[in-house]
């Protein structure tokens, strides 16, 4: 997903009542050939408050790069399998072809997540003010 300044709240999270929680998680691993114990409990921590009435969640997430040696398969949980509609949606983020993966220590890919998040437009910062709760999972 791409974020403007100008996008408005309804472009990004789409249209919420003022009793909806929006919740942004930052996770490493979360659909994308998920490793370790950190992938799973943000899977469930996310599907638990997809299935709420009042919860808007949307995940920031890894995926690594498609040449990346021992990949498994992505483990899918997407909108229509979690909630009716708009309530949850994943914006991977590809990282570069060097980076480690399965790796949860200081050759992780944390660093290159971290700035594929925030950009050289610091649009993270723009989206972060949106949302009522921010949770990274490390």
Do not use: Y
């Not at 700035?115 to 610091?122: E, F, L, N, Y």
Request: with cysteine; net charge negative.
């Amino acid at each position: 997903m791409t974020i403007h300044q100008e996008d408005d709240i309804n472009t990004i999270i789409g249209p919420t009542s003022p009793n909806t929680r929006r919740i942004l998680f930052l996770s490493l691993e979360f659909n994308f050939s998920p490793f370790s114990g950190n992938g799973v409990l943000a899977r469930s921590l996310v599907s638990s408050l997809v299935r709420r009435t009042d919860c808007v969640v949307r995940v920031i997430c890894t995926k690594p790069h498609p040449s990346t040696p021992g990949i498994s398969n992505d483990i899918c949980m997407s909108s229509s399998s979690t909630s009716d509609g708009d309530d949850f949606e994943i914006w991977p983020v590809e990282l570069p072809q060097h980076c480690q993966w399965k790796r949860l220590d200081r050759s992780g890919p944390w660093q290159e997540f971290t700035s594929a998040c925030s950009g050289d437009d610091g649009r993270l910062g723009l989206i972060v003010w949106l949302f009522d709760m921010v949770v990274i999972m490390a």
